[in-house]
């Protein structure tokens, strides 16, 4: 499956964006969804997930309460919607897919296919 993210660009703290995952050669229904984002210098780290099965949805700890993810199976597409964004959600946003299992939802190498990323930076 290839991946392709967009959405992503300059925004001022507290403003919103939303960022879209689509998806081509494979439904992504196959797949759990997840975001994750790498500011520089720093490991990749978890953002959200949308589980295959069910639709149950986790976050960090970093990002609940203020972003959104979603998935839309007639567009084959993710999305995460972001709220009251802060200068420390500057990151390069990548989406994933893949089958972790329940405890593996937040590692990255539990995800086979990646996007390019979207950059996203929150001017204060």
């Known amino acids: 499956v290839q991946l392709q993210a967009s959405g992503g660009g300059l925004v001022q703290d507290g403003g919103s964006l939303r960022l879209s995952c689509a998806a081509s050669?494979?439904?992504?229904?196959?797949?759990?969804m997840g975001w994750f984002r790498q500011a520089p210098g720093k490991e990749r780290e978890f953002v959200a997930v949308?589980?295959?099965?069910?639709?149950?949805?986790h976050y960090s700890d970093s990002v609940k309460g203020r972003f959104t993810i979603s998935r839309d199976r007639d567009k084959n597409a993710v999305y995460l919607q972001m709220n009251s964004l802060k200068p420390e959600d500057t990151a390069v946003y990548y989406c994933?897919?893949?089958?972790?299992?329940?405890?593996?939802?937040?590692?990255?190498?539990?995800?086979?296919?990646w996007g390019q990323g979207t950059q996203v930076t929150v001017s204060s």
């Open positions: 994933a897919a893949g089958n972790p299992i329940l405890s593996s939802l937040n590692s990255a190498r539990a995800y086979a296919y």
């Open positions: 050669g494979r439904t992504l229904s196959q797949y759990a």
């Open positions: 949308i589980r295959k099965i069910g639709g149950s949805t």
